[in-house]
């Protein structure tokens, strides 16, 4: 079966939106675990070098995770990004097809030069 553009278009968008939630829900507990590594780092990092309790060996744990963290915390970071980019996108779409996208554009007004001799006369940017 075949669908229109408009449907297939909210389609994907859907199928991005749960994405884009998910990603963010992991992105949110990767940050907490990895303020909860750092917490773990001073807290063995107090037992091992000022209670000299446990070996300052230990310390090289919550550092490993720290890493292993961010790393994995920056792909996600990444997927999150390229689904809200793949939203943005599948949300123009939709507005060119439903005739709405008049008026979303850039007006370029970053070039304009109001210093030039010309600007106002070739009104280039409207």
């Known amino acids: 079966m ?16 749960v994405a884009h939630a998910r990603w963010l829900g992991l992105d949110e507990r990767l940050s907490y ?4 590594v ?3 780092f001073v807290v063995v990092g107090w ?24 790393v994995w915390h920056d792909r996600v970071i990444r997927a999150r990004d390229a689904t809200a980019r793949a939203m ?9 097809i439903e005739d709405r996208w ?8 970053r070039f304009r030069d109001e210093e030039h001799l010309y600007a106002q006369d070739l009104d280039l940017f409207g």
């Open 47 to 70: 037992l091992a070098l000022w209670m000299r309790v446990i070996s300052p060996g230990w310390i090289g744990l919550p550092v490993v995770a720290f890493i292993a963290l961010a």
């Open 102 to 109: 008049a008026g979303g554009g850039d007006p370029g007004l």
């Open 88 to 96: 943005a996108f599948y949300e123009r779409g939709i507005a060119r």
């Open 2 to 17: 075949l669908l229109s553009p408009l449907e297939e278009y909210k389609a994907r968008l859907a199928a991005r939106t």
């Open 38 to 40: 750092v917490a773990t």
């Open 33 to 36: 675990s990895r303020l909860a």
